[in-house]
């Protein structure tokens, strides 16, 4: 089977940077992506990683560790429009994309 | 045109209805999608489009008929639904089949209430 491990919810202060751990367990990997959905929204992709190392794309950047079915993604500059759910996704062997449970991430002023 | 347009936003419908949501993409994608969501719950996948022929089905229910009429277009078809089918409904397009370096487009969804 497969399984994908991510906190519920994650609280930060507006302006700083918080991570987002995401961990996996899938056969057949390719690559891990992050979507990011405000509520009652559709979930936006943010990034996706196939090779080990970090991908920066603006105030956004995510990592992945294949060796230790790890990932993360790390937003800096936090500001309040970031306040959504976050999911992490695993693309495998069948080109399917399955979603982690997703993290709730509240940013306080 | 970066977008995939669903259609209706918002659908009610009785347990013997027969209905079905629309999904257009204009970004010649190949790959299309319908996922179901429930409320803080993770998107569901529950069929996958390749080149117009159905390349996976997530055992879904025969009461949804998923249809690819052209490349650009995506049914679902929806006949004698319970109410726990109430949710989400998320088409979702990409270059290739898995999305890789670009990821999924989603749309807006149906948000789908069976009574």
């Known amino acids: 089977g497969q399984s994908l491990e991510q906190p519920s919810e994650v609280t930060a202060v507006e302006g700083a940077i918080v991570q987002i751990n995401c961990t996996y367990q899938t056969s057949g990997f390719y690559g891990l992506s992050w979507y990011q959905q405000h509520d009652g929204g559709a979930p936006t992709f943010l990034s996706y990683?196939?090779?080990?190392g970090l991908e920066e794309t603006g105030r956004f950047s995510s990592f992945l560790s294949r060796s230790d079915s790890y990932g993360y993604l790390l937003l800096q500059e936090l500001q309040m429009k970031d306040s959504a759910s976050y999911f992490c996704a695993v693309l495998n062997r069948d080109d399917k994309i399955i979603f982690g449970k997703g993290t709730r991430l509240h940013i306080l002023p | 045109d970066t977008e995939v347009t669903q259609t209706p936003k918002h659908l009610v419908m009785g347990m013997t209805n027969k209905k079905s949501l629309k999904c257009e993409q204009h970004?010649?994608?190949?790959?299309m999608y319908w996922y179901k969501q429930k409320a803080k719950k993770p998107p569901e996948l529950m069929f996958v489009y390749s080149y117009e022929k159905l390349s996976i089905n997530e055992s879904v229910p025969s009461r949804f008929s998923p249809e690819c009429p052209n490349s650009s277009l995506l049914n679902l078809h929806l006949h004698a639904l319970q109410p726990e089918d109430s949710a989400l409904y998320l088409c979702a397009s990409s270059q290739d089949r898995g999305g890789g370096n670009y990821g999924y487009t989603f749309g807006s969804g149906t948000r789908l209430t069976v009574v």
């Open positions: 990683n196939a090779l080990d």
């Open positions: 970004m010649g994608h190949r790959a």
